[in-house]
């Protein structure tokens, strides 16, 4: 999971929210700059920002939503495989081209682009597809978004 050792979030989705997409949200804590930690070992592919900020902060919570994922991170994995985490807080703590080992924090959790409220939105792609996300060798069971969905996880991102 790309969130930090032994904590339980919980994650889920909602019609509308795009096929085998993940959001997760913080259970405990506050939300705002949670780390958010790379799920496996890879080399960073994007960081930057997807369709525009807005203007959703820990200081103005309600702002103005920005377009598309915000402040994000794309990790190439190999083998075709890749992760991609949205609506950071703040520029992304990795740079384009650096490698990452699995669990290490690439960012903070935050609501910048299209996001309601502070939340990691998670996607695992193999090729050019988007497919089901799975964590420790269990399939998260999020196959589709024609109904609203949510379960508990605990990370066993650990070092
Ligand atoms: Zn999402």
């Given at each position: 999971?790309?969130?930090?050792?032994?904590?339980?979030?919980?994650i889920?989705?909602?019609?509308?929210?795009?096929?085998?997409?993940?959001?997760?949200?913080?259970?405990?804590?506050?939300?705002?700059?949670?780390?958010?930690l790379?799920?496996?070992?890879?080399?960073?592919?994007?960081?930057?920002?997807?369709?525009?900020l807005?203007g959703?902060?820990?200081?103005?919570?309600?702002?103005?939503?920005?377009?598309?994922g915000?402040?994000?991170?794309?990790?190439?994995?190999?083998?075709?495989?890749?992760?991609?985490?949205?609506?950071?807080?703040?520029?992304?703590?990795?740079?384009e081209?650096?490698r990452?080992?699995?669990?290490?924090q690439i960012?903070?959790?935050?609501?910048?682009?299209?996001?309601?409220?502070?939340?990691?939105?998670?996607?695992?792609?193999?090729?050019?597809?988007?497919?089901?996300?799975?964590?420790?060798?269990?399939?998260?069971?999020i196959?589709?978004d024609?109904?609203?969905?949510?379960?508990?996880l605990?990370?066993?991102n650990?070092?």
């Open positions: 999971m790309p969130v930090a050792c032994g904590e339980t979030w919980q889920g989705t909602y019609p509308g929210h795009g096929e085998f997409d993940v959001d997760f949200f913080p259970l405990s804590g506050e939300p705002w700059g949670q780390p958010v790379a799920s496996y070992d890879g080399t960073v592919t994007v960081a930057g920002i997807n369709g525009s807005g959703r902060t820990p200081e103005n919570p309600d702002g103005p939503r920005g377009r598309g915000g402040y994000w991170v794309k990790i190439d994995h190999g083998g075709r495989w890749e992760t991609q985490y949205l609506h950071l807080l703040e520029p992304p703590l990795v740079a081209g650096q990452v080992a699995r669990g290490e960012g903070r959790i935050g609501s910048t682009g299209n996001s309601g409220a502070p939340h990691l939105h998670y996607e695992q792609r193999q090729g050019w597809q988007k497919v089901e996300t799975w964590f420790d060798g269990a399939p998260s069971g196959t589709t024609e109904v609203e969905y949510t379960a508990r605990t990370s066993n650990c070092p």
